[in-house]
Nanobody
Framework: QVQLVESGGASVQAGGSLRLSCAAS????????MGWFRQAPGKEREAVAT????????????YYADSVKGRFTISQDTAKNTVYLQMNRLSPTDTAMYYC?????????????????WGQGTQVTVSS
């Protein structure tokens, strides 16, 4: 069975940075579409950033929510089936549980992606 294991969540002060990691394992066939969602208390889960990288060419595409553009960067190591989220200039509004997601390729780099697999989440708390 597919497992997604996140790490890197922590409590930081506003203006700080964090790097989240997510490693995928246990799959026999999975697309290279991976991404991050977040859910704050009392709010719906929202897509933060997604990425697709073609194994053969190393080329791909990304999607970012407007609220994180210019501050967050998603990257992917296809050889390690790992996706990263570098988060800079964090603000209290970024406080949420962050979830890693994977598959399918359809809708990957859009705001309407519906992942097949989810991690358990890692908490990010930003204090002012």
């Amino acid at each position: 069975q597919v497992q997604l294991v996140e790490s890197g969540g922590a409590s930081v002060q506003a203006g700080g940075s964090l790097r989240l990691s997510c490693a995928a394992s246990g799959f026999t066939s999975i697309s290279n579409c991976m991404g991050w969602f977040r859910q704050a208390p009392g709010k719906e889960r929202e897509a933060v950033a997604t990425i697709y990288t073609a194994r053969s060419t190393g080329r791909g595409d990304t999607y970012y929510a407007d609220s994180v553009k210019g501050r967050f960067t998603i990257s992917q190591d296809t050889a390690k089936n790992t996706v990263y989220l570098q988060m800079n200039r964090l603000s209290p509004t970024d406080t949420a549980m962050y979830y890693c997601a994977a598959d399918p390729l359809v809708g990957c780099v859009t705001g309407n992606w519906r992942p097949n697999y989810w991690g358990q989440g890692t908490q990010v708390t930003v204090s002012s």
